[in-house]
């Protein structure tokens, strides 16, 4: 655009050649008539070529007029868009979320956040990558995570952490167990027993959580098979392999081959976490963050 030609002129312009009325289109500016058409003439003195046939009794476009109209009109018009795309990216309204988050929530809250959070921001793509606690952290520091959902991870410099959801722990044990029928179970009666577990590089405290709570019952469980997915788990209890302790959320997949009871005096818990990179102020990220953090439980 030359550098004597301002937004202003194409407003002024286009009111003039829609009205097709300096009167008209003055009043509809809140201008007076005079500084209008002083404006009008400035336009058309900078692109080279009359813009409008006037006469005593009328006012027309002339070819350059109508041509101009329409470009005028798209740049007005793309330069609106423009602004409300801006408005909505500071608002955190449109744009691309990577949320990273364990297996272990979509069974408790996460299916019910990110329902409300596609909802409130439909025009967001959320991007959703699951694993586990220890790769969701690395994502979140590499950066290419944004949000991350994590389950009982370890205090971590640089990431801000906070808990949305408290759960105790259960036993899983086979249904043809010695203690299927029971309403609970005492961790001391689980002494003896084969454990099937997940690895601890899925995230070195969700790891050792469970297992402490023998520790007051002078054992440590011994791990006979690691598997990596709770469902995978579950079926290996199903099938002979041992028993676990796991969050009570894996209730929702457990097969009829198992069984899951209540650890009397246990006070230990799961927590399932939302994080962000310490510092982080984009309001995609804090919009996700106030949705998770108002379903906490």
């Not at 959703?128 to 606690?133: C, V």
């Not at 199903?238 to 997949?253: D, K, L, T």
Request: hydrophobic share 40%; charged share 25%; proline share 5%.
């Amino acid at each position: 655009m030359d550098q004597d030609i301002e937004l202003r002129h194409l407003r002024y312009f286009v009111a003039v050649a829609e009205e097709l009325h300096f009167g008209r289109a003055a009043e509809r500016l809140h201008l007076s008539q005079p500084p209008l058409s002083q404006q009008i003439r400035n336009l058309e003195e900078s692109l080279g070529y009359p813009l409008f046939k006037r006469t005593s009794r009328s006012v027309a476009l002339t070819t350059a007029g109508d041509a101009f109209l329409l470009r005028a009109r798209r740049t007005l018009r793309n330069l609106q868009r423009d602004i409300d795309d801006t408005r909505s990216i500071g608002r955190g309204e449109v744009g691309a979320l990577n949320v990273g988050f364990v297996g272990s929530g979509m069974l408790a809250m996460l299916p019910s956040i990110f329902k409300t959070y596609r909802e409130a921001y439909p025009k967001v793509h959320l991007r959703l990558h699951e694993s586990f606690t220890s790769r969701v952290v690395e994502g979140l520091e590499n950066g290419s995570l944004d949000v991350g959902i994590l389950r009982d991870s370890d205090a971590t410099e640089g990431l801000q952490i906070k808990t949305i959801l408290t759960e105790p722990y259960v036993a899983v044990l086979p249904r043809n167990h010695r203690c299927a029928a029971q309403k609970s179970i005492s961790p001391a009666m689980l002494r003896d027993e084969p454990f099937v577990h997940y690895p601890r590089s899925a995230g070195a405290r969700a790891f050792d959580k469970p297992l402490k709570i023998f520790e007051e019952y002078g054992f440590q469980p011994r791990i006979a098979q690691e598997a990596s997915h709770w469902l995978t788990i579950l079926r290996l209890i199903g099938a002979g392999f041992g028993i676990s302790v796991a969050p009570a959320c894996v209730r929702q997949i457990a097969s009829p081959e198992v069984v899951c009871l209540p650890l009397r005096g246990v006070k230990e818990t799961s927590q399932i976490e939302l994080a962000w990179l310490v510092g982080e102020s984009r309001p995609i990220v804090e919009a996700f963050a106030q949705i998770a953090a108002g379903q906490t439980g």
